[in-house]
Each structure stands twice: as C-alpha cells, then as structure tokens.
C-alpha cells in the first residue's frame, strides 16, 4: 500500500510508545479512602475483597504504607455506633468524635500526609440520610447545612488538610468556606463533592459503613436520596453545579462515581480551570474484585486501565480504594 500516515510508526517499541504517551499514573494522583470503627479488631468488609473497618491505631500502620508507597492524601469515613446515631446526626461535631481523634493520631504519626474529611450525615443519622429528614419525610437543606458547617470546623480544628461536603445540599460550599473562614481555617481547602449523583454504585460503601436509608420510626424516610443527588440522565446539571461551586470557593471540584461518568468528568474539565477529581466508587472497586475472583479478567491490568482512563478523561486526582495495590504495581 501507498500510505502517507502509518500511526503504527509510534507504536512500534516499548520506548517509542513511552516517548508519546498521553497520559500517565503516579501514585500522587490517588487519594486513599479508609475507613475507621471503634471496635477494637480490623474488619473485613465483605461486599469490597481486600478494604478493611480499621481501628484508629491499626488505620495508622496503613497511612503509614500508603506514604510509604508514594500516596499523599487519604480520606477518612467513619462506621459510627448505632447507640450514637440520632435525627440530626449531632455526633458528626463530637469533638471527641471517632473522625476527630482518627485526624488527630494521622496527624501525630504520619504528618506529611494530606487528610480529607468526607462531610454529610449518613454515617451519623439513624435513618442513614445526608441530611435532617423532617417529620413529613422531606431532606431539610438549611437546618442540614448549619449541621454541616460545624461538622467541617470540629474537622479542621482536629488538622483536616481538605473538608469534602459529599452531602449534595444547595449552598453548603459556600457556607462552609464562610464557616471556616470565620473560625481561622482559611488555609482548609474544600474538595467539593460537584456532581454527586444518585447511584447504585455505591451499594457496597453503604454495607461497610452501615449507612443505607432506613426506616427507623414512625416517621416517612424516603427509600432513596434522589431528592438532593443529581439524577443520573443529567449532564448539563453537573455545569450547573460547578459553577456554583466556584462561587462558591471550591478548590477542587468531584465527579462521582467515576467510571460511568467519564463524560462529566471531560466536561468539567473543559468548563473549569480548577483541579477536578474522580472518585472511582465501591461498586466499582467491587465489580473489578468480584470479575478478577473467578478468574475472568486479570486484576492488575484492569485497575491500571480504569485508573488511565479517569486521567484520560480530565481527572487531576482519583479516589480510589485500590489506591496501595495500584502504587505498589507503578513501581512505588
Ligand atoms: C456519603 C457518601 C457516600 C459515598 C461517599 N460518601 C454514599 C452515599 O452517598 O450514599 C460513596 C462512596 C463509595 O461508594 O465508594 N455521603
């Protein structure tokens, strides 16, 4: 053939094809989510192979990995005591709290590394919502959010690097920032939590912490939250969101979950100049362990492919549990 273009040219060796890589992973990427009980045994969790429930004391020996093998940021999430679950979640702003005293013992040991918080009050509230559900059964977004904004600040006073409102309630960006700000914690970033949507996705976090939408009283609960998380069909709403993030004073904006919104993770990219972050969500992890089990796909390879492709699609950052397991391949 008479061809002009052959692209194979620049494929043909494994140094030509490193030499015009698009795209790579570093362990810097990642940020790790653990989560932390108050039992005294590390957990399995048996719907996500490999994530433990850490006590704060075992959760240090794995920040300290985490570091070892290149990783700069973890984020925290909390399996509370039902005996502390209320209405309105007030536990989230226990100074003494299991979160606050995780940061401050993450801080003791392993100082360098960057701390996110995750805010909202599922892990808090006896019927496992984001927010206040009134007595007629609506999400409250203003009571909610005044909740919010002391959850961030007993956060940042424990040594939270970047608070992330995951609650999706209007205006909690901003009134945290103002919030933080008033308190001295100007310097406390916010990962905000853009487009959350309402996803299956996350069926397997709900398991390891809990938290899934119950009914507890008499009270309505509603048998999901896609009365404040964006619906699924959405995509120019996830602009909307983001721009009101910005605003609002986000540092960095979220798509969530990641792999089923690759789209919304090009697009927030093109709208904005601030640092986007995907978070490759339980289910996804799961899906990836439970294939890889049976011996159908090769874990390894597909992991770095998944994590490839979020830096593709736009992402600065990526939220993922296989964060360790994908440093460690990388070479950490
Ligand atoms: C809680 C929260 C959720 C996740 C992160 N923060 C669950 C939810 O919104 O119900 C999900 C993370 C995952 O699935 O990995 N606000």
Same mark, same amino acid.
């Given at each position: 053939?008479?061809?002009?273009?052959?692209?194979?040219?620049? *494929?043909? $060796?494994?140094?030509?094809?490193?030499?015009? *890589?698009?795209?790579?992973?570093?362990? +810097? +990427?990642?940020?790790?989510?653990?989560?932390?009980?108050? #039992?005294?045994?590390?957990?399995?969790?048996?719907?996500?192979? #490999?994530?433990?429930?850490?006590?704060?004391?075992?959760?240090?020996?794995?920040?300290? *990995?985490?570091?070892?093998?290149?990783?700069?940021? /973890? =984020?925290?999430?909390?399996?509370?005591?039902?005996?502390?679950?209320? %209405?309105?979640? $007030?536990?989230?702003?226990?100074?003494?709290?299991?979160?606050? *005293?995780?940061?401050?013992? !993450?801080?003791?040991? !392993?100082?360098?590394?960057?701390?996110?918080?995750? !805010?909202?009050?599922?892990?808090?509230?006896?019927?496992?919502? +984001? #927010?206040? =559900?009134?007595?007629?059964?609506?999400?409250?977004?203003?009571?909610?959010?005044?909740?919010?904004?002391?959850?961030?600040?007993?956060?940042?006073?424990? #040594?939270?690097?970047?608070?992330?409102?995951?609650?999706?309630?209007?205006?909690?960006?901003?009134?945290?920032?103002?919030?933080?700000?008033?308190?001295?914690?100007?310097?406390?970033?916010?990962?905000?939590?853009?487009?959350?949507?309402?996803?299956?996705?996350?069926?397997?976090?709900?398991?390891?912490?809990?938290?899934?939408?119950?009914? =507890? $009283?008499?009270?309505?609960?509603?048998?999901?939250?896609?009365?404040?998380?964006?619906?699924?069909?959405? &995509?120019?709403?996830?602009?909307?969101? &983001?721009?009101?993030?910005?605003? %609002?004073?986000?540092? /960095?904006?979220? =798509?969530?979950?990641?792999?089923?919104?690759?789209?919304?993770?090009?697009?927030?990219?093109?709208?904005?100049?601030?640092?986007?972050?995907?978070?490759?969500?339980?289910?996804?992890?799961?899906?990836?362990?439970?294939? &890889?089990?049976?011996?159908?796909?090769?874990?390894?390879?597909?992991?770095? %492919?998944?994590?490839?492709?979020?830096?593709?699609?736009?992402?600065?950052?990526?939220?993922?549990?296989?964060?360790?397991?994908?440093?460690?391949?990388?070479?950490?």
């Amino acid at each position: 053939m008479d061809l002009t273009y052959r692209p194979r040219r620049l *494929r043909r $060796s494994d140094a030509i094809r490193s030499m015009v *890589r698009e795209h790579n992973l570093g362990a +810097d +990427d990642f940020i790790y989510p653990l989560f932390v009980h108050e #039992g005294d045994n590390v957990q399995e969790i048996g719907a996500m192979p #490999g994530a433990k429930r850490w006590t704060v004391e075992a959760l240090i020996g794995e920040v300290q *990995r985490a570091w070892d093998l290149g990783i700069r940021c /973890i =984020v925290l999430f909390p399996k509370v005591n039902e005996s502390l679950k209320t %209405e309105d979640g $007030s536990e989230c702003f226990n100074e003494q709290g299991l979160i606050p *005293r995780a940061i401050r013992r !993450v801080k003791e040991e !392993v100082p360098g590394m960057a701390v996110m918080t995750d !805010v909202a009050l599922d892990p808090y509230s006896c019927d496992g919502h +984001d #927010g206040i =559900v009134s007595p007629d059964g609506i999400v409250l977004n203003d009571q909610t959010v005044e909740n919010l904004c002391k959850q961030a600040i007993v956060q940042a006073q424990s #040594g939270a690097d970047f608070i992330g409102p995951s609650d999706m309630m209007d205006g909690r960006v901003g009134a945290i920032r103002e919030a933080l700000d008033d308190e001295g914690f100007d310097h406390v970033g916010i990962i905000s939590y853009t487009a959350k949507y309402s996803s299956a996705y996350y069926g397997p976090f709900r398991e390891a912490l809990d938290s899934a939408p119950r009914v =507890v $009283s008499s009270k309505p609960i509603p048998k999901d939250k896609s009365s404040y998380q964006m619906d699924p069909a959405n &995509a120019r709403e996830a602009i909307v969101e &983001a721009q009101l993030d910005e605003q %609002e004073g986000a540092d /960095i904006l979220m =798509v969530k979950p990641g792999l089923a919104y690759l789209d919304i993770i090009y697009r927030l990219r093109q709208e904005s100049e601030l640092p986007v972050a995907a978070y490759n969500v339980s289910g996804e992890y799961s899906m990836i362990k439970a294939a &890889a089990e049976r011996g159908w796909i090769v874990e390894k390879d597909v992991v770095l %492919e998944t994590l490839l492709s979020f830096k593709r699609a736009g992402a600065d950052l990526i939220l993922t549990y296989h964060a360790c397991d994908a440093a460690e391949w990388l070479g950490g």
